[in-house]
């Protein structure tokens, strides 16, 4: 079966750091860009960062830039999300997905998605 969870949500303060991990199961994520998106309560989903196969390619929503690092490891078959400096606004369920497509600055483009995570609760609060 395929698929990709996510991990490494939880309850932090203003100002704090986590790290999200996305790990894929019964697929190769080195053929697949990885893009993180996030969805608030009573909001739409929006895209946070998305990295290319190779990891060559990177793109950061105006909105974590500076703050958010997206990384992975292929041989571990993991994708990263490092967060810091994490504000309120930042809390969210945050989703990973997988697709073989690349599309630069369209890479938030949810149809572009063939797998997703089911979510990791983030929470930024004092």
């Known amino acids: 079966q395929l698929q990709l969870v996510e991990s490494g949500g939880g309850l932090v303060q203003p100002g704090g750091s986590l790290r999200l991990s996305c790990a894929a199961s019964?697929?190769?994520?080195?053929?697949?860009?990885i893009g993180w998106f996030r969805q608030a309560p009573g909001k739409e989903r929006e895209g946070v960062s998305c990295?290319?196969?190779?990891?060559?390619?990177?793109v950061y929503a105006d909105s974590v830039k500076g703050r958010f690092i997206i990384s992975r490891d292929n041989v571990k078959n993991t994708v990263y999300l490092q967060m810091n400096s994490l504000k309120p606004e930042d809390t969210a369920v945050y989703y990973c997905?997988?697709?073989?497509?690349?599309?630069?600055?369209?890479?938030?483009?949810?149809?572009?998605?063939?797998?997703w995570g089911q979510g990791t609760q983030v929470t930024v609060s004092s």
């Open positions: 990295i290319s196969r190779s990891g060559g390619s990177i």
């Open positions: 997905a997988a697709t073989r497509s690349w599309a630069g600055s369209r890479c938030y483009e949810t149809a572009l998605y063939e797998y």
């Open positions: 019964g697929f190769t994520l080195d053929r697949y860009n």
